[in-house]
Nanobody, 125 residues
Framework: QVQVMESGGGLVQAGGSLRLSCTAS????????WGWFRQAPGKEREGVSC????????YYANSVEGRFTISRDNAKNTVLLQMNSLTPEDTAMYYC??????????????????WGQGTQVTVSS
């Protein structure tokens, strides 16, 4: 059974940084794309970032481009999302989701197969 788990959320002041981690278990995921999504209260879910299986293709939403960096360690079945220069607009529940497809499908459909439970990120002004 595939399980996806996020960690690293928390409360940070505006301008600060957080690093989210996503780990998968119950399978092999070297050929999966890994995506990060977020959803704030009253807002639609947004695809934030994604990294393809070979790490050569990455995606960032315009709202986080230049501030967030995604990376992966296939040996550890782990993907990291480094978030810098955080603003209150980044406050949301962040979800990791993975699937054996490319990032354009992960982000385009917003419905990858396996999802974590989410980790809360709160940025105070």
């Amino acid at each position: 059974q595939v399980q996806v788990m996020e960690s690293g959320g928390g409360l940070v002041q505006a301008g600060g940084s957080l690093r989210l981690s996503c780990t998968a278990s119950g399978g092999t995921f070297a050929d999966f794309a890994w995506g990060w999504f977020r959803q704030a209260p009253g807002k639609e879910r947004e695809g934030v970032s994604c990294i393809d299986w070979n790490a050569r293709t990455t995606y960032y939403a315009n709202s986080v481009e230049g501030r967030f960096t995604i990376s992966r360690d296939n040996a550890k079945n782990t993907v990291l999302l480094q978030m810098n220069s955080l603003t209150p607009e980044d406050t949301a529940m962040y979800y990791c989701a993975i699937d054996r497809v490319k990032c354009r499908e992960v982000i385009g459909t917003s419905s990858p197969r396996y999802w974590g439970q989410g980790t809360q990120v709160t940025v105070s002004s």
